[in-house]
């Protein structure tokens, strides 16, 4: 059964030796004309790790990568030729480039936060990463899910999460999105289907593996036959060489499950250039191996990611099965904020720095005139507003009550067991004020 | 294969099944004790049981209550049955009732299940309802947590439960503290199932007992089985419950037969069980120790004690209430297990017990666990690592000096 659907739908991605002849004019992004040529993006990394002695034995990327796969080049080379060239409208545009600020704002608002004391223990920022939270996600319904890492504050806005949600629970609050309970690296809300950040690497992507078996069961044994809901799992580079990862591709595309694999590929897992851990560094070439699509896409340009993720979404949600997708991108701040983030090279850094998903974002819409100058600056100061009205909020929450401490550990309260007086645990009058015993 | 399975017999396809495990069963055995014993099966009943030391109490094995119990089966109502087949039958009823519930796990759709407990399941609904998943448990126990957030109500088989010692991080921090992390916005209604404990020389990673292990993350129920009637009665409580539900069978007792009623019932998640009312000590046990602690209780009662016997079913949490009760009645408390000594569900009974009911005890608690071994295969080892009947008539008889 397997056999039969992979080999008839799933067009591989180029052979190795030939990707070389797509790249820079690939008619796909040509009309991009702000960002770099794409070989510089794959190529560059390359070369600076070369000069470093410590990696040369390193293995090296194959040149220059820029593997879309035939499913998404031939569809885009059809819808691109007769409208406008241009990538996106003007409404689509504002409307990722304000999720885009959001995230970035909210962020450095986060860091801020972190040094004078308002929140605590590890704190991972998406900064530079935009591009993949807002390509992919602002092209969700609401029913989809997304699944996330310990990276997961963006990931969360972009779903629709209110900031003041988010903040407060960064600051421990009751009014927080998980009531204070969660924290930094456990963002979840029900409401916009947001499965949770997971904090450990990998463990998120069974649970949005079965989440998307959850749709498929719903229109197949439920007889829901207007779910399409699609699942969104992102995770990064490091997760790559975990067998997780290899389980669940394997499993996503044995039952042609509606998910997308998003890896943010930004090349360190913390301290670990992933040059140094991943035998075959490009790993978009695994899901050919699974017998899905694998697609390799600039990280850093949120039109090229939205390109992807609209095919790759639509894929899923037409029943057609899962994809994956890598997303090279850098992040702009450390592993944490507890990292001092020393080891990367300052080159490295400098030269992804150039490459900000946001700035390539406003050039490309002045020049292609969809929003002027004043326009974008209307919604930068109207996120600086979102995001001072979110700390505001979070600080003038209440803190969780004690009461509250032995709430939602069972999700059945008769789970606390019966008492030495023949009742419930949880109808003890003492028992929501954190005084009984579990 | 698995056609070959389904064609034969329920007893035939089991013992084919384990035989495909190496470990041999007690097929012979089956017949003449379950038979004899009704609701009572007496595990160690083969050569070994007759053979000197344990010998002894194997022919009073057996309480006077289950013993009435079973004899007039024949004329009683409702129907005998094998406690996988019980655990089947709650499994079925459940996923008729509600098209939420699934079941997923290795081997568990057209193989029947390696212990024969989703048998004919597959045929019947399907194999998306009842899916084989690849030997993959960390991945597959994390896909029921997905499915459970996005609401399904799925029941993982460990095919053995020491397997599931490699989805242990998904049992523990998703299943068991999500709903906590997430402020109570998601629930995860799954049960966690499968064949523990000590078998007959099945080797050491196959005969673990991993209650100790999980009885510490927060948010898990933990529920053992140890009769057809409270096979399925647990099971479909597990099922219903919000929460997630480790239920565990041993797998020396899926051959068990017991009349059990033809209407419809549920057993409480949270609350023990009376197996034998008595007045000189409270003995607390779980899974197959019960039978251990019966086979000593028939030597007691003939040597002058009346001891009651609770099998305290629920894991975590404790049903202190019948607990407490018993310990107000006698004043002695043996705790009889499986698991493991240190850190074991003993440990944490003994805890409870003298933290809530201290001044009615007239004697130290005293707690039979299983030795702090890897256990080991020979079948003399094995015998030592676990507690025998014998040693439970000592002890209460010690007890019962002080």
């Known amino acids: ?438 | 294969m698995a056609s070959i399975f389904q064609a034969v017999g329920a007893a035939t396809a089991l013992s084919s099944s384990n035989s495909f495990d190496s470990k041999k069963f007690y097929l012979s055995s089956r017949k003449s004790v379950s038979e004899r014993k009704g609701s009572i099966f007496v595990v160690r009943s083969d050569g070994r049981m007759n053979s000197g030391r344990v010998g002894k109490l194997v022919t009073n094995a057996v309480a006077t209550k289950a013993d009435s119990a079973a004899a007039s089966t024949a004329s009683k109502p409702g129907h005998e049955l094998l406690l996988f087949e019980a655990l089947r039958e709650g499994l079925e009823e459940e996923m008729d009732r509600d098209p939420r519930v699934c079941v997923m796990g290795e081997d568990v759709g057209h193989y029947g299940g390696s212990y024969k407990v989703t048998k004919g399941l597959a045929p019947k609904y399907g194999d998306l309802r009842v899916l084989d998943t690849p030997i993959a448990e960390n991945s597959f126990t994390g896909m029921a947590i997905g499915a459970a957030m996005t609401g399904l109500r799925p029941i993982v088989e460990g095919m053995n439960m020491g397997f599931l010692l490699l989805a242990f991080n998904q049992i523990s921090n998703n299943c068991g503290m999500l709903h906590y992390t997430s402020g109570g916005q998601f629930t995860i209604p799954v049960v966690i199932r499968g064949p523990g404990g000590v078998g007959r020389q099945l080797g050491a990673e196959h005969s673990q007992r991993l209650e100790s292990y999980f009885q510490s993350i927060p948010g898990i129920q933990m529920v053992a089985c140890s009769t057809p009637y409270n096979a399925k009665g647990l099971m479909k409580a597990a099922i219903r419950s919000e929460n997630p539900v480790i239920l565990f069978e041993h797998v020396l007792l899926y051959n068990l037969k017991e009349r059990i009623p033809d209407e419809e019932y549920i057993c409480n998640l949270e609350e023990a069980e009376m197996v034998r009312p008595g007045e000189h000590i409270t003995i607390l046990t779980y899974s197959r120790m019960r039978y251990h602690v019966m086979q000593a209780a028939k030597t007691l009662v003939n040597k002058g004690y009346d001891p009651e016997v609770i099998d305290i079913r629920s894991l975590k949490p404790f049903d202190l209430h019948t607990i407490g009760n018993s310990v107000k009645k006698t004043h002695r408390v043996l705790i009889v297990e499986e698991c493991m000594r240190t850190g074991g569900i003993g440990a944490s009974l003994t805890a409870a017990i003298t933290e809530n009911f201290h001044d009615y005890l007239d004697a130290p608690i005293v707690c039979l666990s299983s030795q702090d071994v890897p256990t080991p295969y020979a079948g003399t080892l094995e015998e030592f690592t676990i507690v025998q009947p014998a040693q439970i008539v000592t002890a209460v008889e010690q007890l019962c000096q002080q």
């Not at chain 1, 600051?171 to 969660?182: D, I, L, M, P, S």
């Open chain 1, 1 to 438: 059964m397997a056999s039969s659907f992979s080999a008839a739908k799933i067009t591989q991605p180029l052979p190795l030796n030939t990707t070389n002849t797509r790249s820079p004019d690939n008619p796909l992004f040509s009309s991009f004309k702000s960002a770099p040529p794409a070989s510089s993006f794959l190529g560059s990394t390359h070369k600076l790790r070369i000069q470093r002695p410590a990696s040369a034995r390193a293995q090296t990327r194959s040149g220059t990568v820029v593997a879309v796969s035939d499913v998404v080049k031939e569809k885009k080379l059809k819808s691109n030729a007769p409208t406008s060239n241009l990538l996106i409208t003007k409404e689509e545009g504002l409307e990722v480039y304000e999720d885009m600020i959001l995230g970035r704002a909210f962020e450095d608002m986060c860091a801020q936060m972190y040094y004078r004391g308002k929140m605590f223990g590890f704190v991972h920022l998406y900064n530079g990463q935009e591009a993949i939270s807002s390509g992919f996600i602002k092209l969700l319904k609401k029913e989809d899910s997304v699944v996330s890492t310990y990276r997961d504050h963006v990931h969360a806005l972009s779903k629709g999460v209110p900031a003041r949600a988010v903040m407060s629970e960064l600051f421990g609050k009751a009014t927080g999105c998980c009531r204070g309970q969660g924290g930094s690296m456990h963002m979840f809300s029900k409401e916009h289907n947001v499965l949770g950040g997971f904090a450990f690497i990998g463990e998120g992507i069974p649970v949005a593996t079965g989440a998307a078996f959850t749709s498929k069961y719903k229109r197949e044994v439920l007889k829901e036959g207007d779910c399409d809901h699609v699942t969104l799992a992102f995770f990064g580079d490091g997760t790559c060489n975990n067998g997780q990862f290899f389980e669940c591709l394997n499993m996503a595309a044995l039952w042609k499950l509606p998910i997308v694999f998003v890896v943010e590929n930004n090349l360190w897992a913390i301290g670990m250039s992933h040059l140094r851990a991943t035998s075959d560094p490009q790993i978009w070439k695994k899901g050919p191996a699974f017998g899905m699509p694998g697609v390799h896409v600039d990280g850093m340009d949120v039109l090229k990611v939205r390109e992807v993720a609209k095919e790759a979404i639509g894929r899923a949600r037409r029943g057609e099965g899962p994809t994956l997708v890598e997303c090279e991108t850098y992040r702009f701040r450390g592993h944490s904020l507890a990292d001092p983030d020393e080891l990367r090279d300052p080159a490295e850094k400098a030269h992804y720095a150039t490459r900000d998903p946001i700035t390539s974002l406003k050039k490309y819409m002045i020049d292609n005139k969809l929003a002027s100058e004043a326009e974008l600056k209307a919604i930068e100061k109207k996120i600086d507003e979102v995001v001072e009205e979110a700390v505001e909020f979070a600080e003038e929450s209440p803190a969780p009550s004690r009461s509250q401490l032995l709430e939602n550990v069972f999700a059945d309260p008769k789970g606390f067991g019966i008492g030495p007086d023949g009742r419930y645990r949880c109808e003890d009058p003492k028992f929501t004020e954190g005084t009984a015993h579990v």
